[in-house]
């Protein structure tokens, strides 16, 4: 097998797997923007909460 015949499969094998990840993210429907919302829901709570943590762990050198 040639290179050519190689890059020929490997780019084959690249469409289909784009083909898949497509059709599952049309099975899937809205569903995974609301995954995606609650992630960045979470994160943005645990970063809020860090902050705090900081706040109230450091000491105030402002006397």
């Not at 784009?18 to 829901?41: I, L, M, P, W, Y």
Request: net charge negative; glycine share 8%.
């Amino acid at each position: 097998m040639g290179m050519k015949d190689q890059f020929k499969d490997k780019s084959e094998q690249w469409q289909q797997q784009a083909k898949q990840k497509a059709q599952e993210g049309r099975e899937r429907g809205r569903g995974g923007e609301r995954d995606s919302e609650r992630t960045r829901d979470e994160e943005s709570e645990r970063m809020r909460r860090e902050e705090q943590e900081r706040e109230q762990l450091e000491p105030d050198y402002d006397m």
